[in-house]
């Protein structure tokens, strides 16, 4: 299930500028580099995380999130041969069977796929990020339904450590959010293999998050512990790192 891509849009900041172009008028707020954007922080910081060494660096961020540690390990595992998709076009959750329930479009911020697992991505602002009322379920159904075989997982990027702030509920804790609103997505896509109880137990099989100040912590801390290595080569590292570091400070 993975989205069709224009291939004007095949690099980070191409896909950057393609959303952007949706903004109408409310572009002007973008005049200071898109200071507090979650779409520009997560370009800015995951293309760097992208081009790092990546068992070092992206491994080293999986492995420090929180929760579903067996498709966390997987995804480490297959840190190399990634596929990192960054501000994908939006994901249909489609009604099964052909049945006559609506489209849902959900919308990651970055689909991670290997070879052993699938992974969705949601990044939010470091200051004011919140939820719509469903879109934590709508993410948690598409992570199952896109996997395909391979092992599911939710990767939740947060300002702060949960409880998450969702329109309608206030802070709540993840798996009450999307408890919340999983029998209502589950109704308008006809999705029968799987009951709501059997979902929500797959909960902590699937769902991880890990702040931004965290993923800062942990590449910082992987570069200070690089071993010898050619100096170009270093330097090279220094400033990738130095790029999601540096991104993560100017938006918080």
């Known amino acids: 299930m993975q989205p069709e891509e224009s291939p004007h849009a095949s690099s980070v900041l191409g896909r950057l500028l393609q959303e952007l172009s949706w ?10 580099g898109g200071l507090g954007f979650e779409n520009v922080l997560t370009a800015e910081a995951l293309q760097g995380l992208d081009f790092l060494p990546r068992s070092s660096f992206l491994g080293a961020v999986i492995s420090a ?6 498709a966390c390990a997987q995804l480490c595992a297959d840190a190399e041969l990634i596929e990192f998709t960054v501000l994908p076009p939006d994901v ?7 049945s006559n329930q609506e489209r849902i479009s959900v919308y990651p911020d970055a689909l991670l796929v290997s070879p052993g697992c699938s ?3 949601e990044a939010k602002r470091i200051r004011g990020g919140s939820f719509r009322p469903e879109q934590l379920a709508r993410e948690f ?3 199952i339904r896109a996997a395909e075989g391979r092992t599911p997982l939710l990767l939740l990027i947060l300002g702060a450590e949960p409880p998450v702030l969702v329109e309608g509920l206030g802070r709540v804790p993840i798996e009450d959010a999307i ?5 209502a997505v589950l109704g308008r896509i ?8 059997a979902l929500l137990k797959m909960l902590p099989d699937v769902v991880t998050w ?3 100040h965290e993923i800062s912590a942990v590449v910082e801390a992987q570069l200070d512990a690089l071993g010898p290595i050619e100096t170009s080569i270093r330097a090279s590292i220094t400033r990738l790192a130095d790029s999601v570091t540096s991104a993560i400070s100017r938006h918080s």
């Open 23 to 32: 903004s109408g008028q409310s572009i002007r707020d973008y005049r200071d």
């Open 65 to 70: 999130a929180h929760g579903a540690p067996t």
């Open 92 to 98: 249909p959750l489609e009604a099964y069977g052909g």
């Open 119 to 121: 992974s969705v991505v």
């Open 141 to 143: 159904l598409l992570a």
């Open 179 to 183: 408890a919340a609103q999983i029998g």
């Open 190 to 197: 006809g999705w029968s293999e799987y009951t709501r109880e």
């Open 210 to 212: 890990i702040t931004w």
